[in-house]
């Protein structure tokens, strides 16, 4: 890669776009949450538990729709699932000039999801987010979805980041399995959109064909994009 097109890939991972809507008012009051370090690897790790630990993590109100899976909409929130925590983390680095994608995968989680399983009628949890980012001189991935309170409730070790290597889900929490990865999308500079819903609706095909929008759960998708 020369270094025209290096400079070109490293702008796609650091602009904003209409969902990581970093210069927007929401976004902005939630930065200013983040406590600012001179030295970058502890700013990216201040960034990340910030987002960690500032949204109780929620699996059981999932909105697919663009105009609502946006950075801001999501800054407002007290509560989130792991592709919101990981649009918001995404939005921030980039905002604080670190180069920052979204990754996705396919995982199954063996502690406490009884609940969750009873709803997607399947055991994988399908189009699991995460963050990669360009910090200390190389890329690693973070997990901003369980906060400290879901990690006491669920028996789980918080899960901690050192800004320089990979920090995905523990394979196991004590003696007992814990989250195993069964597949991995890759790196995407933005949501693709289309990706996750033909996905999601190949996986959870009930929820798009009986909706669910109750207190206790609720599905959200764009009617066009499901369609494609």
Sequence with gaps: ???????????????ETPQMDYSSQEVKQFIQTIPVHSNPVKQAISIYETVRDSFLYDPYHLDLRPEFLKASVVATKNRAWCVEKALLACACFRAFGFPARLGFGIVKNHIGVEKLKLYLKRDEIVFHGYVEIYSDGKWSKCTPAFDPRICK???????????????????FAGNHRFMEYLHFYGEFADIPFELMHSEMKAYYPDLFHNPIDTKAFSFHFDSRLAAI
């Design 1 to 15: 890669m020369n270094e025209q097109n290096e400079a070109l890939n490293w702008q796609e991972f650091l602009k």
């Design 153 to 171: 409730l669920s028996g789980v070790p918080l899960l901690e980041w050192d800004g320089s290597e990979d920090s995905l889900f523990q394979a």
